[in-house]
């Protein structure tokens, strides 16, 4: 890969990290006073990361680093800035993992490239992969949280502290054969992680 390319590949991580950086940063003050809003201000505060070691990166290949604009509406289809107006918790964490799976296809992309071509910058690979690990770690604490909401309202709705459990040796009937529980765990596969399949460095 020429070092062009390489500087403008470059450059679009950079607007996605600080479009992230901009994201997060909305999100902690609408989810302040929340453990939420706390994880999106260290998500901010590592993306910014990202921001800084991407940038140092570019300018060391003799490029600037450069803002393309707004990255995160095609990724998601939508209007970044609705998003900002967005207060559903589980909405904003869906779009989330919709933007952080883009990040780490695309890293991975790269990385695979870089090596494919034998690239020497053996520390531009390593922030890459570090970057990458940042986005996965991300992207498993929003499943991790959707998924507890959804348990958390299904034992709500079906578990009440006015339900009465049956004695031990009642037999239970359910209307489909199951008990509710297993329509709990249909319901996390819905947010089951969609592997990166290419992972080979
Ligand atoms: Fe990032
Ligand atoms: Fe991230």
Redesign the pocket.
Known sequence: MDTDTLISKLNWFYSLELN?VDLYNAQSKIFKGRYSGLVFER?AY??QNHVDNIGEKIKALGGKPTVLGDIISPIIGKVAGELIAMTGIEDTLAINIMI?QK?MKDYNDLIEKLYQDKYGDKELIKILQHNFV??HL?TEWFRTKIIAIKQYEFTAKHFSASTKMPHKNQITEYPHGNPPILTTLKRAKIVKPRQIKSVKW
């Open positions: 992230q998500c590592i993306e952080e990040a940042d986005e991300h």
